[in-house]
């Protein structure tokens, strides 16, 4: 929170420093509710951790290019890649404060705030992404945006297919013997790093631009991600073991704050959610494509790429649902419930 009021405090001053120091030619504007509108368009700060020629950067570019052109350029979405305007948590927060940006922000993170979004995480949920995506159009998942609206949490996008996780080691891992004692990096939230210790591993969270030079330094032995993330950040040029261990589906939402949206004209509103759709749908497609052209980068780069019977991965996870008392009881059978009638 201090680091989101300094932000407010410093202003505009410091988006023209963040931007002049990217590689984007694209004009800041600010951050603040009172200033978003100019002559009839509102500006909304896209943020997201990834690179712009990673999948998910090239969703927002198609939904700039939607938003702008449905809206007859009533709104103007001005992009901030590569986390930009600062960590996720920080962003989610400047958006809690009213500030017009949208961010993108996955369920392991909303957990925080209403427990239930995480399970949207957990291993081996559900058998696909279509299982993933229907659950966010069932009145359970309803009843998860309600609540996040009660903590001043919007979502505004919430059929982003992030990607399946693998994982990229430095030496050949197909079973949990494997596995067992390996250092692996995950990402700083307890879904992930409980489904690591429940099989064995030892979870370790670094940053994500760490990872390159923790795997040369051998502070890690490996690490998961969807393939295109892996590719992003070259963890293929030090490990040369791919697992396909397909342990979690990541579905991820793009949140604004409740009390800012309810600023913003109703079609505008819609406009916004109905792009963000069309452009999510779009980059699905794309990380399809991107991922069979990753798998032969890896293979042409010494990469050996291991099939995994996954079956003895997925009793073992199936731990990490007892772990989390915050949950409601009962959590995971009523998920399995609705999937049924999918």
Not at 158 to 165: H, L, S
Request: proline share 3%; with cysteine; glycine share 6%.
């Amino acid at each position: 929170m201090k680091r989101s009021l300094v932000f407010s405090i410093i202003g505009i001053p410091l988006l023209f420093l963040i931007v002049a120091c990217s590689s984007e030619n694209h004009t800041a504007s600010s951050t603040s509710v009172g200033d978003d509108e100019t002559d009839g368009t509102y500006k909304i700060n896209i943020a997201f951790g990834n690179q712009d020629d990673e999948p998910i950067g090239k969703l927002a570019s198609k939904w700039k290019e939607l938003a702008e052109e449905k809206s007859d350029g009533k709104l103007e979405l001005i992009l901030y890649p590569n986390s930009q305007l600062g960590a996720e948590k920080d962003v989610v927060e400047q958006a809690m404060m009213g500030n017009n940006v949208i961010v993108m922000t996955g369920y392991d993170f909303l957990m925080d705030y209403v427990p239930d979004a995480g399970i949207l995480t957990a291993p081996y949920l559900a058998e696909d992404f279509d299982e993933l995506l229907y659950l966010t159009e069932t009145e359970w998942f309803e009843g998860i945006r309600e609540d996040l609206r009660e903590e001043n949490i919007e979502i505004i996008n919430a059929t982003t297919v992030y990607g399946e996780r693998h994982l990229l080691t430095n030496k050949k891992v197909t079973s949990l013997e494997d596995l067992k004692g390996m250092a692996i990096r995950v990402p700083d939230n307890q879904v992930s790093v409980k489904t690591f210790n429940s099989m064995g591993a030892s979870a370790t969270s670094y940053p994500l631009g760490e990872l390159y030079t923790a795997l040369q330094q051998g502070l890690v032995d490996g690490a998961e991600n969807p393939l295109a993330v892996l590719e992003g950040t070259k963890a293929h040029e030090v490990s040369k073991h791919l697992s396909l261990t397909g342990h979690q589906k990541f579905v991820t939402s793009w949140i604004a704050g409740t009390d800012y949206i309810e600023t913003l004209p109703d079609e505008l509103v819609q406009i916004l959610r109905d792009t963000g759709e069309d452009a999510s749908e779009y980059a699905r497609d794309v990380l399809e494509k991107e991922n069979e052209e990753i798998l032969k980068e890896f293979e042409s780069a010494g990469v050996q790429i291991h099939e995994v019977d996954t079956e003895p991965f997925k009793e073992k996870a199936e731990s990490v649902y007892d772990e989390f008392s915050e949950w409601t009881p009962g959590l995971y059978d009523e998920i399995q419930e609705l999937l049924k009638n999918h």
